[in-house]
């Protein structure tokens, strides 16, 4: 009989330490799992991190008229920089934007400062100045940021007065606006600064 009673308990024991070995065996591996969990969650807000693009591709367009105006930029953010005269040296040609040259393309001809311009596909280019932006249109559309701009490539060059306002454009934003029959303006803001200039669309 005593015999049985040490066994029983022997074999209480045994049952008792199982127990709670799989338990503390389940415990840990929720928690390795919360742990790699966490890790992956890391991962992922890191990957986002590095896919975040610093200067989106995006475009402009409107319809002035019967005519329709596309511009296409890669937009940079402003991050704390002094653009103008520090990032971006005053009286040195821009492809205004980042990346690629920006491009307009109309499928009318266009009146801009007085001169024509025909249907087409053109490089966008501008040089800042204190006082006055001199805008550029060029043949060259398909060139990576400046690299290959010539001026004997241009078709139209004019000049204009930039507007500084107190707030800030972040990232730089282009618009076509129609402001009467075959009449519009198009306008580039960026950190404080505006240029913008009227286009009108030839009959």
């Known amino acids: 009989m005593f015999m049985k009673k040490i066994i029983v308990l022997s074999f209480s024991v045994i049952l008792f330490i199982g127990c709670k070995n799989n338990r503390n065996e389940s415990s840990s591996k929720k928690s390795n799992e919360q742990v ?13 991190t590095k896919k975040k693009v610093l200067s989106p591709h995006t475009s402009a367009m409107a319809m002035i008229g019967d005519a329709h105006i596309h511009i296409d930029y890669s937009s940079p953010g402003v991050r704390n920089r002094i653009i103008f005269g520090g990032l971006l040296p005053y009286d040195m040609v821009w492809q205004a934007g980042a990346h690629n040259a920006t491009w307009f393309q109309t499928n009318k001809d266009l009146t801009i400062d007085g001169k ?8 966008f280019f501008v040089i800042p100045s204190k006082e006055q932006w001199t805008i550029i249109f060029n043949t060259n559309w398909d060139q990576h940021g400046k690299d290959e701009y010539d001026t004997k490539e241009d ?8 507007t500084i306002s107190e707030n800030a454009t972040e990232h730089l934003e282009y618009k076509v606006t129609n402001t009467k029959e075959n009449e519009g303006s198009v306008s580039l803001s960026w950190e404080k600064i505006t240029v913008s200039f009227p286009i009108k669309v030839n009959q």
Request: aromatic fraction near 6%; hydrophobic fraction near 30%.
């Open 36 to 48: 790699e969990h966490k890790e992956d969650a890391k991962k992922e807000r890191k990957t986002e």
């Open 155 to 162: 078709v139209i060059r004019f000049v204009v007065t930039p």
């Open 116 to 123: 024509i311009l025909k249907t087409g596909k053109y490089g």
